[in-house]
């Protein structure tokens, strides 16, 4: 079955930098752009980045454009994002998604147009 696993979330101190993993399984991972997506407490679920299946285009949104960079090496089925200069308003749990291959490309990304998700990684940022 599907399955998508982020690992490499932890507590990490403001102007920090930190890489999230994102293992899948059970499909065909290089036919599939995969996204990033966090939610706040209190906060709706937000994407911040998506990556294509060849991973040679990568998408950002404006709030985290120069500090995130995501990343995938399809020969291990994972996808990365490293994030850099953390601030306390990146405090938030980390969800990566599979891209449904049968929905239009939109952006900035919507959560209906991933169909599998992982469990999440929590981020905290704090001094």
């Known amino acids: 079955q599907v399955q998508l696993v982020e690992s490499g979330g932890g507590l990490v101190q403001p102007g920090g930098s930190l890489t999230l993993s994102c293992a899948a399984s059970?499909?065909?991972?290089?036919?599939?752009?995969i996204g990033w997506f966090r939610q706040a407490p209190g906060k709706e679920r937000e994407g911040v980045s998506c990556?294509?299946?060849?991973?040679?285009?990568?998408y950002y949104v404006d709030s985290v454009e120069g500090r995130f960079n995501i990343s995938r090496d399809n020969s291990e089925g994972t996808v990365y994002l490293q994030i850099n200069s953390l601030k306390p308003e990146d405090t938030a749990l980390y969800f990566c998604a599979r891209r449904s291959r049968t929905i239009p490309w939109r952006w900035p990304p919507q959560a209906p147009d991933f169909d599998y998700w992982g469990q999440g990684a929590q981020v905290y940022v704090s001094s």
């Open positions: 059970g499909f065909t991972f290089d036919a599939h752009a």
């Open positions: 990556v294509s299946a060849n991973g040679r285009y990568k």
